[in-house]
């Protein structure tokens, strides 16, 4: 790894000449900003020698025009009032480099989502903050310096997380790439939920049949390495450079299982077989499924007799021909170096004996849409005959019961979970198909047949005689004698209430996310939407890329989906990871520390907050080393120097205390000064823009890449100039892109406090906020919140802050 | 998979289960308890009754846990345990 080199000045041998274009996006920032006003504005501010604004700065013709502008006048910075530059800075700093100049000149004031979406009633006041976000990325741009990108090499092995279809289709992708692949799968066998439904919407096939052949492809590739039984326990690193560790499980049978059963058959011990949702038993020596892969057998060490090394049951052991028993493997930690990661950790079903109405768990002939799969299926416990489970007996008539689970604001989950409908509407058709008279009934909220060939089911079960009836059932209530099951409620179409009387129940319950997905989570830093789901890079044009370098997601993980588009993303995911290990390396970010020698006292705080561990302390030469390549960029060390001695390339000190002043200048009595980190709360803040949330116009936004930046002496100066408030946010703890920064956010925050409470200030001016990329609402809650305290904030209060704070105001 | 099982196994009835017919021979044992601690279902305890060696043999607490691995029989120093298979379920079950 290339250590940095001593930081020298650069002669800034011009004086700035900044060039300063206001977007008026169509009328998406035109409409509640005007922008006219905004860039004769901005050409009044000190070293703007060209000011104008135009429709559409992203366009072709914009980015012309800028090139031009930095060739016909000289520009050395250029400053770009639009979008959010989690959209559109690269666009911005690629015209920049084309002309000649460095990409690091460039910067962006957000009026669109920070200012004209969440202002679109106050056009005056919108107008007023965007001219404020020009002037502070003004002030930022004169004090930007040129930097050059450090290359990292990317591993050419990929890591693909869970083994369904997603991660199946993910493995082999880019295993026939020529990459060499890792799946790991907590579970014996891979194949997931798709090996555990019976026929797939809308085709009819058979899953299984459809499934195994891939399955079988990865036991047997050349270029995949497959982990059973085994769960990720570590993950170091960052983009092309991942260091994990594999914790694998022992199996206690050796690669010399044949398959053949006969351990199983002497195993004393039963137990319900998950695989069958219960409905089946296994031994304590076990293979889940007939196809599984691996085939070999498995030991479940809770429910074998032998323990800790006492063999009290050797039964299995004798049995096998081969002698594939070992009980007494341990287990292993597999270390993998890879490149990129794809994370197909699927979705769980939803339980739904948390609703007391629908009776399951007690009621015997209340199943869900699952338990259903697994007996309509050929290979699953009753052979693919439906019987209903009190009696053993083929049921005449079944209800289906839609969004079991999903789309409730009482018990349940909020959104829709894309596959029960469709699904119903194949298990209906499936019971036509076996027992062509059974009364069936589907009770739903809406029929959602949105995708190719949906329509056509639905159609075909209509035609079948399945009644469809909208309104879910009020209760299921059960006939002691009979077991069968009354189901009441109201027909929403024809406003009358029903009492229908079936022999079976099957609740179409929701898919949600996986309960061990904050500890991926946790694991590879990613961010998640309130539904639990891991959040995507962008929504739209970034649909698999996590937020951090080097991550995807295939499948379920990223939001409920059905097979083909589980297999749509998971080949996208694949791709998406080809591109970075083709390219074979990749350009990180200048944001890392720049270290002052002659400052430095070698104390060794930055040592102990930097969470990569990039910081070295060199006693004898009192003095640091940071090791760029290794170093995240979150800019805590900087922070932390109390000499000032470090400072954060493209975040400097000089920069940032530029912008507070340029804020606190005017009316800072009537403003809050927000620190917002560029992954979690500053992409709020872009949400609630995107999302139209209205909040006042007193908030003035700095952008840090992580709020571990933000410095006690930021927020002491923003006092000093006399702001009404400020508020520091970022992840929530533990969430934090950079491992674990925003703990020292919390810390310098908290001592700010005790120094307010000490002299007299109300601790309300400062404000902690933690908020991930999907809670725009509440960023914006808290900027509501925050309009009383900054109207109650009296000039005396103001006074005394500027006293106490005093000390801010001196430049080292 | 979801630890969430609710409904009992449809084919629990069609495997046969042993069932086990312990024997202790109450005047052999010498009280080291070795059955009572390696037996992997915790099937015997230690009783109050005082045998001809004058020590506490073990008691049974619940036969129908016993899944006949015989290791009870492999321990003991005494011989003074052996499990056998019920026969009279079998009949019924064959």
New interface residues.
């Given amino acids: 790894m290339a250590e940095k080199k001593e930081y020298e000045p650069k002669p800034i041998a011009e004086e700035p000449r900044i060039g300063v274009y206001v977007c008026h996006c169509g009328l998406n920032i035109a409409g509640s900003v005007d922008c006219g006003e905004v860039s004769k504005f901005a050409a009044t501010l000190p070293h703007v020698v060209l000011a104008q604004d135009n429709r559409y700065t992203c366009s072709d013709q914009g980015q012309e025009g800028i090139k031009k502008d930095i060739k016909e006048h000289k520009l050395n910075r250029v400053v770009v009032a639009s979008c959010s530059p989690r959209l559109h800075e690269p666009t911005f700093r690629k015209a920049c480099e084309d002309a000649g100049l460095n990409k690091y000149l460039f910067e962006m004031a957000n009026i669109r989502e920070h200012c004209s979406w969440v202002h679109l009633y106050d056009r005056q006041a919108a107008t007023e903050k965007a001219k404020d976000l020009v002037k502070m990325a003004v002030a930022k741009a004169a004090l930007l310096e040129p930097a050059e990108e450090a290359e990292v090499p990317i591993t050419r092995r990929a890591l693909v997380i869970g083994g369904g279809v997603a991660g199946i289709q993910a493995a082999l992708d880019l295993a026939d790439t020529g990459y060499q692949v890792y799946l790991v799968e907590k579970?014996p066998s891979i194949g997931g939920m798709m090996a555990r439904i019976d026929k797939t919407f809308p085709t009819m096939d058979c899953s299984i049949c459809i499934l195994a052949p891939k399955m079988s492809d990865v036991g047997h590739h050349q270029g995949i390495e497959l982990l059973t039984n085994s769960e990720v326990s570590e993950v170091k690193g960052y983009i092309g450079n991942f260091s994990i560790k594999v914790l694998r499980k022992p199996r206690y049978v050796t690669k010399d299982c044949s398959a053949c059963g006969e351990c199983a058959k002497v195993c004393?011990?039963?137990a319900?077989?998950?695989?069958?949702?219960?409905?089946?038993?296994r031994h304590a020596i076990y293979s889940p499924f007939a196809q599984a892969v691996p085939a070999t057998y498995i030991i479940d060490m809770n429910l074998c007799?032998?323990?800790e090394g006492?063999v009290?049951?050797d039964?299995c052991m004798k049995a096998c021909e081969r002698k594939a028993i070992q009980y007494e493997m341990k287990p292993e930690t597999a270390e993998l170096e890879v490149g990129t990661i794809i994370v197909a950790t699927g979705a769980?079903?939803f339980?739904p004996?948390v609703l007391p109405n629908y009776g399951?768990?007690k009621l015997?002939n209340v199943?869900t849409s699952?338990?259903f799969e697994r007996l309509i299926n050929a290979g699953g416990?009753?052979h693919g005959h439906l019987?209903r489970?009190s009696d053993?007996q083929i049921p005449k008539r079944v209800a289906f019961v839609q969004c079991v689970g999903s789309r409730s604001d009482r018990q349940g989950r909020l959104y829709c979970s894309n596959v029960c409908c469709m699904n119903t509407i194949k298990d209906s058709l499936l019971i036509k198909e076996h027992w062509p008279d059974t009364e069936i009934y589907v009770f739903y909220v809406d029929i959602r047949a949105y995708g190719k060939g949906f329509e056509d089911l639905y159609k075909r079960a209509r035609k079948a005689g399945v009644k469809f009836i909208r309104g879910l059932p009020s209760e299921i209530r059960e006939d002691k004698r009979t077991h069968n099951l009354w189901l009441t409620g109201e027909n929403t179409l024809q406003s009358e209430l029903y009492r229908i009387n079936v022999d079976m129940a099957i609740l179409s319950v929701g898919l949600e996310s996986r309960k061990d997905s904050e500890m991926i989570q946790r694991l590879l830093t990613l961010s998640r939407n309130q539904d639990g789901f891991f959040l995507e890079a962008h929504p739209k044009l970034r649909p698999v890329d996590a937020a951090t370098g080097g991550i995807f997601f295939a499948g379920c993980a990223e939001g409920p989906k059905d097979i083909k588009d589980s297999v749509t993303q998971a080949s996208a995911a694949a791709a998406r990871a080809g591109i970075l290990m083709a390219k074979g390396k990749v350009t990180v970010e200048a944001i890392t520390p720049i270290a002052f020698p002659d400052k430095c006292k070698a104390c060794g705080l930055c040592v102990k907050v930097c969470p990569y561990n990039a910081i070295t302390l060199d006693k004898a030469n009192k003095r640091i080393n940071v090791v760029e390549a290794a170093c995240g960029g979150c800019g805590t060390c900087a922070a932390e120097c109390p000499f000032g001695a470090l400072t954060q390339s493209h975040f400097t000190d000089e920069q940032i205390i530029s912008q507070i002043d340029a804020v606190t200048e005017h009316d800072a009595d009537k403003k809050i000064i927000a620190f917002c980190c560029n992954w979690c709360s500053y992409a709020g803040a872009d949400l609630a823009g995107v999302s139209r949330m209205q909040y006042p116009p007193n908030i003035r936004i700095i952008r840090t890449m992580c709020s571990g930046r933000v410095a006690q002496k930021f927020v002491e100066r923003a006092f000093a100039r006399g702001a009404a408030a400020v508020m520091v946010t970022g992840c929530h703890l533990g969430d934090c892109h950079y491992i674990n920064a925003n703990y020292q956010t919390q810390k310098r925050v908290e001592k700010l406090w005790k120094k307010m409470e000490e002299n007299g200030l109300r601790r309300e001016r400062l404000q902690l906020l933690w908020a991930s990329a999907a809670e725009g609402e509440r960023f914006a809650n808290k900027v509501r919140e925050m309009k009383p305290v900054v109207e109650s904030v009296t000039p005396e209060e103001i006074e005394k802050a500027k006293k106490v704070f005093e000390k801010a105001l001196r430049v080292d | 998979?979801?630890?969430?099982?609710?409904?009992?196994?449809?084919?629990?009835k069609t495997?046969r289960?042993?069932k086990a017919e312990i024997h202790l021979i109450k005047d052999q044992c010498k009280g080291c308890g070795y059955c009572i601690e390696?037996?992997?279902?915790k099937v015997f305890e230690e009783s109050n009754e005082i045998n001809a060696r004058g020590v506490r043999p073990p008691k049974i607490i619940d036969e129908s846990k016993c899944?006949?691995?015989s290791?009870c029989t492999a321990v003991c120093p005494d011989f003074a345990i052996y499990v056998v298979e019920r026969k009279n379920e079998e009949k019924n079950k064959t």
Avoid: T, W
């Avoid at chain 1, 319900?272 to 038993?281: H, M, Q, R, S, Y």
């Avoid at chain 2, 390696?38 to 279902?41: G, H, S, T």
């Fill in positions: 579970e004393p011990i039963v319900p077989n998950e695989f069958d949702v219960g409905l089946a038993i007799l032998n323990k006492v009290a049951c039964k769980d079903v339980d004996s399951y768990g015997p199943i699952l338990e416990p009753s019987l489970p053993m | 998979m979801p630890e969430r099982i609710k409904h009992a196994p449809l084919d629990g495997i289960q042993p390696f037996c992997p279902k899944l006949l691995c290791f």
